[in-house]
């Protein structure tokens, strides 16, 4: 053991020896509050894929999912129109209806709250997008659990330009964007306007987003300038509608038309509004100094709770009045410096989410036994302060090895306050309900980089995750006490832990050039937080939230991209995941369509694969010059099969998609002009996008595949569109 110190000792002597006696390239770190454009990949110890202006452009995603399975290791769940729930590495999979999915969504610097896990933003304004994998709340605080997806939207600098853009497809989609930048030694400043509706698919589902948004950058001097965003979008989606119970109702009613249920949300308004001032400057001696300021408004409005009020069986009324209204505000700075072979930086993350509800019963209802009458309501506030210090020191050994360290420290603080107004048939209560608590955490991530010769780089890194447990998980009785049988404030902090080992660099081989990235990883969850009886468990008399169990998830992903200016070239994505549950709580399973009655059954799942995890997803984008005018692109995703239920009682099959799209190059009056036309699903696939199981929905005593609710994709879709730019 001994020798075995010595001889490390004297390795790492020798190291810094040699560093005393070689000049080294001076190393830098990245800004989490501005993402840069030049990352480094030799001194990166994370798995990191960035998808770039023109890829985005390419792809014209009409959700965000289309952009993200180009990168390996993203499980995302679909539903319809653009709403998508971002998961990684198989993390958080169980869950699906208004929890954070343990991904950090991170938006020109600033990690946003989710709205129900589901993300909802302007996909026009994206001009980049950068994933990192593994934990990451070592930048970016809670809920950072398996990774982060880092959104930078348009800057303006250097830019100058108009182009004007129209969409149309199937379901009567329409798309027409206009963006305009202006850029000189004093200023730069673009705007952005866009407008984009759609039929859709399902049974009402029709949806329109109108969004407007511009940036104003002064350049105070040659060292330092500001910059003003204002992004103002307004959102409408006539329902939530996108599923079927059902694999048989799948083949017969995939848009749940003749559905005698309706959708739960109907009539969801959305304004999402964003403002921010971002102050930076250079200093003579390379350091950088920003400061990011924030204020986020996301405001929703909607009818809820459909019910069958004339007794013929099929729903026909909506029952509530809801809002769910989110205000984000802070402060962000960073300071990162270099001194030779070491580079620093240090940063300071303030802010304040604030979810307020407000729920009015409309219309007098029985559900589950209980009578809600109209004029009921509950207004909620939930309110949690955010205080980050965190920090990053890379340092370069040698010409080879540069380690890097990185730690946060977390205080959260969380308050709730709720006030009901409610009838039992004889009286009326007014009710009120205080409750706060707070979490402090560490994360961190150690990694190093191996430089093994000019192209090609060996990383490695331990890196960590967290979520806090929400206050009404914590207090679910206190909230809804039909439901929950008792309080559990003793639930402990969910977090991962991510091993990885990985390689990347390029290629060279008959002239063409090829980037690739390859990483082994193993991501521990434990304390997985969830009601104790099973994740969406709400029957019996013993149901609370409590830590769970714990998950394992292990894989593979590789990731080339070739030459994008030779005649062919691609991008290919593989993903290898294996993530199962290393120990959970019995999990028992509602066997019953009437509330709390008998009969249901409790599981061992211990050892069970995570719902939704195919073992191998692999998409290849392929980009064919046909001439110097025109290119073909081809897109081939695949998935293989997957349990669709914590129990693994039912598998969902694997399914392929081949999209086409052809796009023509030309000038008009010596400006740019670009035709295209894309056809999605071009064999016309029926294929289930995303399919949810957790109770015996038919009543017929088991749990199997009928009682799933499934999302079938709508088929081949067209879409034609030209862009100018002048």
Known sequence: MKRTLLLAGLALFSSLAAAEEIVLDSVVVESSTIEDIFTDPKTEVSTVNVIDEKKIEIIDAKNINEILRTVPGITADVRNGDVVEIHMRGVAQQEFMWEDTGVAIVIDGVPVLQNGGKVKFNLDEIESIKVIKGGASYL???????????????????????????????????????????????????????????????????????????????????????????DVTRKYEESSRGSVTGVTAAETNPTGKDDADLPWNHDYYSDIDKYFITYNKDFDNGANLMVNTYYYVDLYDFEASPQDLNGDGFEDTYTRDSSDDIYQKGIKSEYRANIDNLAYMVGLDIGQRELKSYDLTTKTYTSRGKTYYTGEWTDSDSTEDRYGLYGEVKYKLNPKWTIVANARYDYDKYEYASESYDFDGTVWTLSNITRDDSFRNVSYRVGATYQLNADNTLYTNISTGFRNPRIYELYAYDFDPDRYSQNNPDIDTETTINYEIGIRGTRHLKNNKFEYEVTLYQLDTKDIIARNGGTYYSNG???????????????????????????????????????????????????????????????????????????????????IKMSPKWTLIPEWYWQSSYYADETNFVKMPSYGVLNLQARYNTKINGNDFEFFARVDNFFDNQYYRTVYLYSDKSGDGRLDAEDASITVDPGRVYYVGMKYRF
Do not use: C
Not at 548 to 574: H, M, Q, T
Not at 583 to 593: E, I, W
């Open 541 to 623: 008399s013993n149901v609370y939230f409590d830590n769970v169990g714990d998950a394992r998830s292990r894989g593979l992903e590789f990731s080339v991209k070739s030459d994008r200016s030779k005649k062919l070239a691609f991008d290919l994505a593989y993903t290898y995941l294996d993530a199962y549950y290393t120990s959970h709580l019995p999990f028992t399973v509602d066997l019953d369509p009437i509330y709390r009655s008998t009969g249901d059954e409790t599981y061992d799942i211990d050892g069970n694969q995570l719902p939704r995890t195919p073992h191998h997803k692999i998409d290849l984008f392929t980009y």
């Open 140 to 230: 970016y605080g809670p809920n950072a659990l398996a990774g982060a997806v880092i959104i930078t939207t348009k800057k303006p600098k250097n830019r100058n330009e108009v182009s004007v853009e129209a969409e149309y497809g199937s379901y009567a989609y329409q798309n027409y964007k206009a963006t305009a930048y202006k850029s000189t030694d004093q200023y730069a400043a673009n705007v952005i306007a866009s407008y984009r509706y759609t039929g859709g698919y399902w049974d009402m589902s029709e949806n329109w987003t109108k969004s407007a948004s511009g940036k104003f950058t002064y350049f105070i001097d040659e060292m330092s300038d500001i910059t003003v965003g204002v």
